[in-house]
């Protein structure tokens, strides 16, 4: 099987139609669903099969859509299942950046059953606390997240560093193709036309859009419905010139936040967020303008950190948005992640999803055809889907304040708040993501 991540677009498929290039037919792996939802190894001599494989000794073909942490988590999991899985990624390598994130309750319940915890732990980032500024550099307010998160199953890590390590989990078991997007699909409710833009051309049991929130094949077929927060967001990397201590620095304005993780070798992942009446993609050469305004409004500092950036650096840019959907699926075509049930970076469990979905998918794959297991994976996800969209709409406003009243408010109740109330606050929150995860398993 061709190495997963090193196959880029342009080289055609010398043997026409078909399973394609590097992938010859293959048995099913053996596995099993456990009493806690888990795939494990079937017993010796025991292998399952979905109804076409049983019917032409050929393991199901999964096309897949976007190389981020839902392409790639599906990826995992249907190579276990048995399947063969192509990913088409339309950039020309994975992101690299991009923000800090929480790895908790069902993503994280996901991850140790892929046995990734250690190689995830491997590229954690601890935060001791987190100090917020004002726009004149006075503290506003300090959160020990040390003592907040001890005894807490958490892991604080990159975006980036997720992709890369669920990569090197799935590289050696699919096909991946960068530069490389679905240009054509047709599901005749057998199986589904697919042809890639690099002119290769595929007869999948299952097509997978995991593109993001701006999917284009949700675009192209589904209903649904783009909820923009009211908030944008940008992610970038740059060097230290803060020379942070403590490692997590915050400078809060009415109406927008910057945030500074320390990364160690001298280096930052600066993640901006504020409140912004437009929505939509902004074009590439005028992320840096737009946010040189936003920093004439808060702490010089940020104005110095973001001057320091190289012109030709990429910024990650995009809105805080959710996408709202009657189904996730069509037919054998399946929408997953960001452009299923975008949560927004504000839920915190956004990858988690995406992480849990794919391991939801195959263990119903496992269970009983596909559209049946379509339509049970949708059935036992959403529940927890929809829970976690409404809290995101709950937070935003409390998130980054749009109001002075509102802004001092946020602090003085965050500065004032006994550690012990702040801890429960942070427990319950961490017991609803638990009893999340075992709704799914």
Known sequence: MRRCGHRRAGRRD????????????????????????????????????????RLTNQAPLAVIAGAGVAGLSQAWWLTRAGWRVV????????????????????????????????????VEHDIGENVYRDRAGREIMRIRYRDLLEQLDWITLRRSDLVRVLHEATRDHCDLRLSCTVAQWQDDGNQVAVTLSDGSQWQADLLIGADGVHSTLRAGAFDARYEALGYRYAAYDVADSLGLSPDFVSYAAVGQQVEYHGLGQERLAVLHVWRSAESGLVPASQRRALLQELAGHTHPQV????DSLPADAPIVMDDLAMIDMPSWHRGRVLLAGDAA??????????????????????QELQRQPVAGALQAHDARLRPIIVQLQARSRKLAPMYVPAAPWSFRLRNTAMRYLPKLVLKRYFLSGLKSEAEAARALA
């Open 14 to 53: 010398r043997r026409g139609p078909g399973p394609g290039p590097g992938l010859r037919p293959r048995l099913c792996i053996r596995r099993r669903v456990d009493a806690g939802g888990l795939l494990r190894p079937a017993a010796r001599g025991q292998t399952f099969f979905s109804r076409r494989s």
């Open 87 to 122: 990913l088409a990624e339309r950039a020309a390598h994975l992101r690299d950046g991009g923000y800090m994130m929480g790895l908790s309750g069902p993503g994280l319940h996901t991850a140790r059953s892929m046995g990734l915890v250690p190689a995830l732990r491997a």
């Open 303 to 306: 104005r110095r950190v973001l």
């Open 341 to 362: 049930h975008s949560l927004s970076l504000i839920s915190g469990q956004g990858a988690g999803m995406a992480m849990a979905s794919a391991a939801v998918l195959a």
